[in-house]
């Protein structure tokens, strides 16, 4: 057990290193002009940054389980977590995207419209049933499964 946790360990370092990379070009992607480039980076900051976590932790813990731990084989690893972990999105640190001037909200009315009387729902048709025989059904062969 403990040589194929040494192999997972190898395995994963290289995963977890390209993870990282990734996640770190994601974040500096916030900083972009091109709306497009923020806009991926928002949307494949987090998920990478939990999957290089992931990874991490596998790294750790197959470390620990081949019998490979000692204090400069955890060091990388602790430290790419670390990193991973920094470079996580938070609220304050995502800047807004760059829009063009924004059009002037409507003025509220004076007076709240009176509710709207509310229709009656419209009847749904019926779901087809799984069972009914459509005229442009072919027959089944017969002894087949689904032949009566």
């Known amino acids: 057990m403990s040589a194929f946790m040494h192999d997972v360990a190898r ?14 070009v994601a974040r500096a992607a916030l ?25 991490v932790g596998v790294q750790l813990f197959a ?9 400069l084989s955890l060091l ?3 430290a790419m977590g670390a990193a991973a972990a920094l470079l996580r ?7 807004a995207p760059a829009a063009g001037p924004r059009k002037a909200a409507p003025p509220a009315p004076a007076t ?8 009656p729902p419209a009847p749904s048709p019926a779901p087809a049933s799984l069972w009914v025989k459509r005229a442009d059904d072919e027959p089944a062969r017969n002894g087949s499964l689904w032949s009566r």
């Not at 470390?63 to 204090?71: H, I, K, N, P, S």
């Open 63 to 71: 470390l620990v389980a081949a019998g490979d731990a000692g204090a």
């Open 11 to 24: 395995a994963s370092l290289p995963v977890a290193i390209a993870l990282l990379a990734f996640t770190a």
């Open 112 to 119: 709240p419209p009176s509710a709207p009387v509310p229709s």
């Open 31 to 55: 900083w972009a002009d091109d709306a497009a480039v923020v806009r991926l980076g928002r949307q494949y900051l987090e998920p990478l940054s939990i999957w290089c976590v992931g990874a």
């Open 89 to 95: 999105p938070s609220e304050e640190d995502v800047p």
């Open 76 to 78: 990388l690893p602790i």
